[in-house]
C-alpha cells in the first residue's frame, strides 16, 4: 500500500521536518521519494523507529565519498530534494547520542545555517527588494490601471504577504538556531 502527503516546509523548518518523517515511520509508513515543492510518497512497513536526518548540500550533488562516509556510520541516503539530502538510520542500532546525529558538533551546524542563509535567504531577500516591493508600491500608488493590472496588483500583493512571512519566519528561526549553536 502506498500513500502520498502534502506538507509544506520552509528551509528553517528541516528539523520539524525529521520529526514528521520519523513519527511517519514509527506508524508504519517509509517515505520513498519527495517531489517538489511539497509531495511525500510513502510505502506501508512495519512500525518501526527510524531517525531521519536532513543536510542542506545545495551546491554538491551526490558525492561519492560524501554518501560513503555517511554510509560507513550508519547511514542510509534515501534522496535529495532542493538541495536537501535525506538519511535515514534504524533507532535501534544507536548507541549515544551522537550517533543519531549527522553533525559532530556545533560548527558543522552553524555552517550549514550560514549555507541556507547564503543560498536561499540572500537570493529570496533580494527578489523581494528588486521585484515583489517595487511592482506592489505601483500598483499601491495606482500606476497601474484596468482589470488585467488590477490582477497583476492583487498577485503582487499576495506576494508581498508571503515573502515577509517567509523573510520574517525563516530568519528569526535560523537566527535563533545560530545563535543556539553558537552558545
Known sequence: MTKREIRFYTVADYLEEEQWLRDQH???WKITRMTP???YYFESCEPKDVIYRLDYRNDVVEDETYLQMLKDFGWEYFGKCFG???FR??????ESKEEGELFSDDASRVDLISAIVKTR???LAIIFLCCVIPNFWRFLSGEFT?????FIGIFFAFMFCVYVYLISHCGSKLKMLKDKYQH
Open 121 to 123: 535567504m540572500i537570493p
Open 84 to 86: 536537501w539530502h535525506y
Open 89 to 94: 538510520k534504524d533507532a535501534d542500532v544507536i
Open 26 to 28: 514509527r506508524n508504519g
Open 37 to 39: 515543492p511539497c509531495f
Open 146 to 150: 484596468g482589470p488585467w493590472w488590477t
